[in-house]
């Protein structure tokens, strides 16, 4: 813990370097999304073809999305078993920036499904989980600002965020017997979905490029997010220190 | 006033107890017991639990405009928001009625394995729900004109899915009573949690009243069923971090 | 009966005790003060099995607390500051469960027992919540020595209590603590405190800041604590 305090004292090298990393990706999958990858050749209107462009950054937000509630799940394990702060503090910060992604799913799925499936709201199994799983996710951080006691807080999470990501494939599954009208982009195989669009090479490679940036951008942004929580966990310390010396 | 105490010190047993032999069991059935016992006295859940459920047949009649040609689509939802939000209640009030006097320390202090309190809370909540659906049950035929030879596999989809969401909400329950807006975080964090339960059971209802062969619902019957499975497993396993300090 | 090895418990952050050892011989009885926020309910509720310590071990017996704590809770009754009794229930009602919980045998016995050496046989049939402070908490220490435990910790058992209720619980407990039960109690009545047990230990900033026979100390002496 001491060594972990003096080495926050400390400029950041890590932290940066992951930043900078993470910003060349997301500005080179930027190009390649809206530059150059070729349009969507069978869909019809110039709209379709250009709103296509969103699942780019839609599928690696989505990806993400759910593998961090996967992260706050595997944490919550950790922390069950190892009681530290350490596991606490990776559950919740993945959770924060699962949630940004997951909204981030809802807003692109939103402007893409307008022009393509002329609504702006279906509800499909991958929309409907995906909603499902943000209004989860939305109750965990409310059950944690809803509970004083930092070590019931945690075990409290945990408890849910494991209990939560397990239901999320029955929830998958319950909800895709219905009528699925959610194109299968990246498993083409079962595409009867209305709106899919075959994917070429560098289309696909575009695709690929995203979602390795958006992990990547994951990476940092759950760094620094943890680099918060153990200073806040710090700073809290040290008041009780002073407190009740 | 209280005269020889040491009397009941027997010096030759220190401790009388049973050998224990079912004693889990008998334990489950005590925990589940004095609920029921102290509910029949008072009945205030129980008779809140029914009125609110019959308020929500009647809400839902005004907002639908429910008449005998549409009752089918409309009727299996009906009934199980009715009963999801009337076990709501009964699962809200389940832990809070053991905190009030601090009984839940007073269970924790008992020699019983942790799980055998979730058990016992378990089946009381079961039985709760399932005494104000054995009345919602007929009115449910009546007001939507319904055969009567229905009831019986209705009934098994009932305590199915009684079974489901009770297993959960119990687990939660117990989280609650020790959060701040505690009646507000339960139906945030559960009813994500048990969708599957709610779409089965819809499901199977109609099933039921549109008289489908059983090869057309089977599955959601499976869903229903792993579902129920899979969660007291879970919730079995967790309760022992709710409870503990 | 009860030793009490480095005991640490800290919630998150915040360390409530430091480095805690002592023991606590058959038969003793034991008064526990200290402030509010002291540390007092928490060092009983670690030995009462209901919560882990951070660091250090509690034993029972030869037996860790955390090791056998399903076991371990047969041997122990508490009286809290809560009353652990259900307000719908009976007396009897409320005994009765917790005698299955207990596996106790002859429930209905003992039961009766029980109820007479508190007082509130006649009443057994009443809710609890038509009855009076003093006669929950007079069914609170039923409930706690129904199965008969080698070890008894009382918790603040005079909280909230009148005068007459009061001095009835004082003669109660003196009862209760005969010479083959351990009593640990705390109070924040130091009279009281010091007329009952025959040791007392002061809990001061998560340290135990006195341990002396009550002959050693005063009243005027354990108060300069309070007053800091």
């Not at chain 1, 799925?109 to 307008?114: L, P, Q, T, V």
């Not at chain 2, 505690?182 to 209802?205: G, K």
């Not at chain 3, 005063?218 to 604590?225: H, P």
Request: charged letters at 15%; proline letters at 4%.
């Amino acid at each position: 813990m001491s060594a972990g305090t003096a080495r926050s004292a400390q400029r950041d090298t890590l932290g940066l370097v992951l930043t900078v990393i993470s910003g060349l990706m997301m500005i080179t999958g930027l190009y390649l999304a809206l530059v150059f990858a070729p349009p969507a050749m069978n869909l019809q209107t110039a709209v379709e073809r250009f709103t296509q462009r969103v699942l780019y950054f839609h599928v690696g937000a989505a990806w993400v999305g759910f593998f961090a509630f996967f992260i706050t799940f595997a944490a919550g394990i950790g922390y069950l078993w190892r009681r530290s702060f350490f596991w606490d503090n990776l559950a919740n910060a993945s959770v924060e920036i699962g949630l940004t992604f997951m909204t981030m799913v809802l807003v692109t799925g939103s402007i893409w499904a307008k022009p393509t499936w002329n609504t702006w709201w279906t509800w499909s199994p991958r929309l409907t989980i995906s909603a499902i799983g943000w209004l989860m996710y939305i109750g965990y951080l409310m059950l944690r600002s809803a509970i004083d006691n930092p070590a019931r807080r945690a075990r409290f999470a945990a408890v849910y965020g494991i209990v939560a990501f397990i239901s999320v494939p029955i929830n998958f599954m319950a909800i895709r017997w219905w009528r699925d009208i959610h194109p299968a982009v990246v498993a083409s195989s079962s595409s009867e979905g209305t709106g899919g669009f075959d994917m070429s090479p560098n289309m696909t490679m575009t695709l690929m490029f995203c979602i390795a940036a958006f992990t990547v951008f994951y990476g940092t942004l759950l760094y620094h997010r943890m680099r918060l929580g153990k200073t806040q966990h710090e700073v809290e310390t040290l008041k009780q220190e002073v407190l009740y010396r | 006033m209280p005269q020889n105490l040491s009397s009941s010190i027997s010096s030759d047993s220190v401790i009388a107890h049973r050998p224990p032999q079912f004693s889990y069991l008998r334990k489950v059935g005590a925990i589940a017991g004095k609920d029921i016992a102290a509910e029949l006295r008072t009945k205030e859940m129980m008779s809140a639990m029914f009125v609110f459920s019959l308020l929500v047949i009647f809400i839902f009649n005004f907002a639908f405009d429910l008449r005998t040609d549409n009752a089918n689509t409309l009727a299996p939802g009906v009934l199980w928001v009715a009963i999801a939000f009337a076990g709501m209640l009964g699962l809200g009030r389940s832990f809070i009625t053991e905190r009030d006097r601090g009984s839940l320390e007073g269970l924790l202090l008992a020699p019983v394995d942790r799980s055998a309190i979730y058990f016992g809370k378990f089946l009381g909540n079961v039985l709760f729900i399932s005494v104000v659906e054995v009345v919602i049950l007929p009115l449910f035929i009546v007001f939507f004109n319904q055969p009567l030879d229905i009831i019986v596999p209705l009934s098994g989809v009932v305590v199915l899915g009684t079974i489901g969401f009770a297993g959960v909400g119990t687990l939660f329950s117990a989280m609650v009573i020790h959060t701040r807006a505690r009646d507000v975080l339960l139906p945030i964090m559960l009813f994500p949690v048990v969708v599957p339960v709610l779409l089965s059971a819809v499901r199977l209802t109609a099933g039921i009243l549109d008289k489908l062969p059983f090869e057309d619902v089977q599955n959601w019957l499976g869903l229903l069923v792993a579902f129920d499975l899979i969660f007291l497993a879970v919730s079995y396993m967790m309760f022992e971090y709710v409870v503990e300090e | 009966m009860i030793k009490v090895r480095n005991l640490v418990k800290a919630f998150g952050t915040r360390v409530v005790l430091r480095n805690i050892s002592f023991d606590i011989a058959p038969g003793e009885f034991i008064t526990l003060l200290g402030v509010n926020g002291a540390g007092k309910t928490t060092l009983m509720s670690m030995v009462a099995t209901l919560s882990k310590p951070t660091a250090g071990t509690i034993f029972i017996g030869d037996m860790d607390t955390r090791e056998h704590a399903a076991y371990i809770r047969r041997y122990i009754g508490l009286v809290s500051h809560k009353t652990l009794l259900y307000d719908d229930l009976s007396g009897e009602q409320n005994l009765r469960f917790y005698a299955r919980m207990y596996d106790v045998q002859n429930p209905s016995e003992r039961i009766e027992k029980v109820l007479r050496e508190v007082g509130l046989w006649g009443r057994q049939k009443d809710p609890v919540r038509t009855y009076s402070r003093g006669m929950q908490q007079r069914l609170a220490i039923a409930r706690a020595i129904l199965h008969n435990p080698p070890i008894l910790l009382l918790d603040e058992p005079d909280t909230g209590l009148d005068q007459g209720a009061t001095s009835m619980l004082g003669e109660l407990l003196a009862a209760v603590g005969t010479a083959e039960r351990t009593v640990l109690m705390t109070t924040h009545n130091l009279e009281r405190g010091l007329s009952l047990g025959q040791r007392v230990l002061m809990l001061s900033d998560g340290k135990i800041a006195v341990d002396a026979p009550r002959d050693e100390v005063s009243v005027a002496e354990l108060s300069r604590f309070y007053r800091q």
